[in-house]
């Protein structure tokens, strides 16, 4: 016979149930933040970062868009420089985020890469990505592909933030956009 699990109240671990959940439910729209991977003064992934700001202010949420022009490669400046301090401050204040980048050379662009190699895992004992929900897109230059959001997911679990199933890859990006 095998043996029954110890029943006792007294041996149970005391997990406090409230403890799982935030003490409270938000009361301000859902803040994200929305990352692209291009420099290109007329960038699709740009044109659809800012679709998807649109969309996410329809729903409620209040989105800003953070601009990598000026930012530094990592370890190229310190972390003082104003562009990456605005980075931080934005990863810090987002609940969520969103990652666009274009496809080159079937990966995504350094652009994207260097934005996410600027936040750190621990930030003065805060986990500024830690739990945070990410959506993740790509823009393509000519057929679909999914190589780009595949890399950005294994960034995503990398950055212990909770990559949404949902994804947007756009073909032919240049054809999608006025
Ligand atoms: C060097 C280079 C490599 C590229 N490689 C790919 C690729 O592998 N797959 C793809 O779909 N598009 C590729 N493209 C096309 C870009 O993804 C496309 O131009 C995209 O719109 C660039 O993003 P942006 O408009 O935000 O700058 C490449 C473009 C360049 C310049």
Redesign the pocket.
């Known amino acids: 016979m095998t043996d029954l699990p110890n029943l006792n109240p007294a041996c149970a671990p005391s997990i406090d149930a409230d403890s799982l959940f935030p003490p409270k439910r938000s009361t301000h729209p859902p803040r994200i933040l929305l990352l692209?991977?291009?420099?290109?003064e007329?960038?699709?992934?740009?044109?659809a970062t800012e679709e998807a700001a649109r969309l996410l202010t329809a729903f409620g949420a209040e989105p800003r868009i953070f601009d990598p022009t000026s930012l530094p490669l990592p370890d190229a400046a310190s972390e003082d420089h104003p562009k990456v301090a605005e980075l931080r401050d934005l990863v810090t204040w987002s609940e969520g985020m969103v990652w666009c980048s274009?496809?080159?050379?079937?990966?995504m662009?350094g652009v994207m890469k260097a934005q996410i190699d600027w936040i750190p895992l621990s930030l003065g004992g805060v986990r500024p990505t830690q739990g945070k929900t990410l959506a993740v897109m790509q823009?393509?230059?000519?057929?679909q592909?999914f190589?780009t959001v595949n890399q950005l997911r294994i960034l995503g679990r990398w950055m212990r933030l909770l990559t949404i199933p949902n994804q947007s890859s756009v073909?032919k990006?240049?054809d999608e956009f006025d």
């Open positions: 692209y991977g291009s420099l290109r007329r960038s699709f992934s740009r044109f274009p496809e080159r050379h079937g990966a662009t823009v393509c230059g000519v057929s592909s190589n073909a990006a240049w």
